[in-house]
Each structure stands twice: as C-alpha cells, then as structure tokens.
T-cell receptor, first 114, second 110 residues
C-alpha cells in the first residue's frame, strides 16, 4: 500500500449504530487530519493530530470521536449520527504541522446515515 | 471561519477552449493552494502560491495569487477531457490550517 488509505470506502448506518472509519498513511508523516466534504458546504476540517496529540477540534459534535493510536493510524468513531452527517469523510496527512506542508489525501469514506 | 468563494460553480466547455476559475476571499492567507479532485478520490495538490502577485505555470495551467494575498485565479489553456474534475482552492493560515473554497466543477467535452 502507498500513500493514504481509508476503509471502508462506503458505509451505510442507522442513527443508533456505532461504527468506525479507519485511515492509514504509509508516508512516514507526523500530522493527520479528518475532513468532512458534503454536497452543500466547502470541505471542512474536523480534527488535527500532530505527533499523535490532538491539536485542533473545530467545534465538531461529540458524536464524532477521533483516535490516533500512533503516527500512521487515525480513526473516527461514530455513534448516534444524524442524516445530515451523511458526507464524504476524508483523511489527510502531512510531514509536519507547519505552514507550507503539503497535505496528502486519502480517497475518502462515503457515509450514508439512514 | 474564512470563506473562499469560487466562480463559476459549474463550467462545461468544449475541448480546446480556454477557461479561468476565480477564488475570492476577504481574508488574507499565508499561501493559497489549488487542488483537483476526481470522482471517488481525494483532492490532489496542483500548486501552492505564496507571494502576493506570484504566477506559477504547470503545463497548460497558470495560477496567480492576488497582490493582497486574498484571491487567486486558475487559467487553463486549450482544455482537454483529462482536465475534467472538481477544482478546489484552499487558503492557508497559521500552522497548516486549510480553508477550502466552494469548488468549481469543470467538464471538458471531447
């Protein structure tokens, strides 16, 4: 595997389900990001981890819970979601979290909440 | 939250035509990035512009950063079907924080 991978690529869940999205980067990077891309809004940053420590949380509802067990893996735990949470969830990584670093994106997980 | 508005939102042109996409904001950014996203994939970085007034060329694509570092444009010469995709601008502030634009969906018809 190369670059940034995400699993699953598609997920359908009910509002009472609990699921997790997984992201893995094979680039040796130290910063990882979760973004949400919905049809009617610009791509928006949700969480940032730098050296496995959460450094940014952009007012995301608590039904989204991130986890970064090591610098290569990032999870997004989902519970009690709402239909408006249906979106493409993108993971990205960069060498470090400072200005000018290129972010590399994974292909995303297409989430549908019924 | 910094807002970047892109225009046009949708663009459908014939192969060989030229086009320009605009990215405008009232905020100042330390850099401006352009990405292209294809269906089923994440965005891929095309270019980063850093200095006000800077112009960068990538084959048939020309990127310009506004003098005040609040806006940018992407010009494509002689568009090809392979240019089809969603073009996103993103302004960077602080430590690698990116604020993405509203997107321009380009379709180039053979």
């Amino acid at each position: 595997e190369t670059g940034v991978t995400q699993t699953p690529r598609h997920l359908v869940m009910g509002m009472t389900n609990k699921k997790s999205l997984k992201c893995e980067q094979h680039l040796g990077h130290n910063a990882m990001y979760w973004y949400k891309q919905s049809a009617k809004k610009p791509l928006e940053l949700m969480f940032v981890y730098s050296l496995e420590e959460r450094v940014e949380n952009n007012s995301v509802p608590s039904r989204f819970s991130p986890e970064c067990p090591n610098s290569s893996h990032l999870f997004l735990h989902l519970h009690t979601l709402q239909p408006e949470d249906s979106a493409l969830y993108l993971c990205a990584s960069s060498q470090a979290r400072y200005a000018g670093n290129e972010q590399f994106f994974g292909p995303g997980t297409r989430l549908t909440v019924l | 939250t910094q807002l970047l508005e892109q225009s046009p939102q949708f663009l459908s042109i014939q192969e060989g035509e030229n086009l320009t996409v605009y990215c405008n904001s009232s905020s100042v950014f330390s850099s401006l990035q352009w990405y292209r996203q294809e269906p089923g994939e994440g965005p891929v970085l095309l270019v980063t512009v850093v200095t006000g007034g800077e112009v960068k060329k990538l084959k048939r694509l020309t990127f310009q950063f506004g003098d005040a570092r609040k806006d940018s444009s992407l010009h494509i010469t002689a568009a090809q079907p392979g240019d089809t995709g969603l073009y996103l601008c993103a302004g960077e502030t602080g430590a690698n924080n990116l604020f993405f634009g509203t997107g321009t969906r380009l379709t180039v018809i053979p």
